[in-house]
């Protein structure tokens, strides 16, 4: 069973007389435990593809699955989401952003205290993994962009979704930093979790099951 579905799945925008075909009917699905890299050109549609999976768009046709149900419907902490505009407030330092899934639970999935100091704990363990240690008590103004984008990455993964959708999360990494954005996706494949990565650097295609790529909104190959 996947856990992640799009069937048929149809986007145009249209202003005036201009369309963009941003997706037409595509099909992709993502197990359990697999780990998808999504490639192609600039404007192929591989954002607007993971835009529906997170329920931040609606497509025109087609059907969404996301663990089960319509896309939007998950419990709190099941899907992670690296945006590709990283979404950081700045008035918040990187370590509390990183924490906002924690911080932000709505009553319905409050933490209990064990589950809150695992959260914690899972925490401090990415920021490390990602040689976060040193700057996260910075706001993000007061780091670099990779720097950043390393902390949307762990909050992302802080709550361990059981879905994870990284938009380009290694564009602003060097080489062993981008091994340690792809290796930590990887790590919740190996949990279990169904994984999506955007993604432009190959070096990120060594961690994937599959590579879709994609050109002018359709799925043009799939590499296993
Ligand atoms: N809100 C919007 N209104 C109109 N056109 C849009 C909108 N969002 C995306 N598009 C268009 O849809 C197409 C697909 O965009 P999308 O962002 O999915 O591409 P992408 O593959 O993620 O590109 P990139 O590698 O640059 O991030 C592009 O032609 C883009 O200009
Ligand atoms: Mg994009």
Known sequence: MSALSVVGGVKEYRRGSEVVHALRDVDVA??????VALV??????????????AGWETLDRGVVEV?????????????????????????LTLRENAALPVRLAPRSAALDPREQG?????????????????????????TSLGEQQRAAVARALVLQP???????PSTHQDHVRAGLVFSLLRSAAERGAAVVVATHDPSGYDYADRVVEM???AIVSVLA
Do not use: C, M, N, Y
């Open 215 to 217: 050109r002018d909104g």
């Open 118 to 142: 695992e959260a914690t704990d899972e925490l401090e363990r990415l920021l490390d993994e990602l040689h976060l240690g040193s700057v996260a008590h910075r706001r993000p103004f007061a």
């Open 162 to 168: 059981s879905a994870v959708l990284a938009d380009e």
């Open 67 to 91: 663990l089960g149900e319509a896309p939007g419907l998950q419990r709190w902490g099941d899907v992670g989401v690296v945006p590709q505009a990283l979404g950081l407030i700045e008035d």
């Open 30 to 35: 993502v197990a359990p435990g697999e780990l």
């Open 40 to 53: 192609g050109p600039s404007g192929s549609g591989k954002s607007t593809l993971l835009f529906a999976l």
